[in-house]
């Protein structure tokens, strides 16, 4: 398995096979697919800790700012997900690609008409810009 720099762009399939090649030649096997949904939810709970002290009103404990990285957090999470669609037998550029389709079916008109969408954000003054 080449883990270098690509110089193509990854596609979603390429990263399914990437995730499967290195479970068998490091991993030695798939999780089970419980075990890897608790790993899911523990990479998202790790996710959404830097994301509400990041962006929301916690602050990070003075240890722990320095350890945090919304990248490799967000990779873990992807990671998890991709070896649930792999043990599953899901094709995640096929699902994906549906899925979109369906969102831009549902829901084409139904944002652009939202008035919560459509707020006005105060300026520095505390003035409107629209």
Known sequence: MDTGVSIQPLTVADAQHQVDQWIRAIGVRYFSE???LAQLVEEVGELARIL???????????????????SDEMADVLFVLICLANQTGVDLT????????????RDRLRHQANPKLKHETPDLAGESNQ
Request: net charge positive.
């Open 34 to 36: 419980l075990t890897n």
């Open 52 to 70: 509400s002290r990041t962006y929301g009103d916690q602050s990070f404990k003075a240890d722990e700012a320095d350890r945090c990285d919304l």
């Open 94 to 105: 096929k699902a994906f690609e549906q899925n979109l389709a369906k969102k831009t079916r």
